[in-house]
């Protein structure tokens, strides 16, 4: 069947009866990537957890100039 990326509008056919295809039929949702863009996407998503650079939960502190 064709697929579409959504990021650089390159068709690719893949298995009709292959589990990603399976799943792209299934939740509509989920997007089709192509292997050039899946892999971008991965290596940004690695070097943001490498950098740290994700949000982390923090605890705000009441800073109630009122309240002493
Ligand atoms: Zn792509």
Redesign the pocket.
């Known amino acids: 069947m064709d697929v579409k990326?959504p990021?650089?509008d390159?068709v690719n056919q893949i298995n009709y009866h292959s589990p990603l295809a399976k799943r792209l039929r299934n939740r509509r949702k989920h997007l089709y990537?192509?292997p050039?863009?899946s892999e971008r996407i991965e290596k940004k998503t690695k070097m943001r957890h490498a950098t740290g650079n994700f949000k982390l939960y923090q605890e705000k502190k009441d800073d109630d100039p009122y309240i002493q």
């Open positions: 990326c990021i650089c390159t990537l192509c050039t863009c």
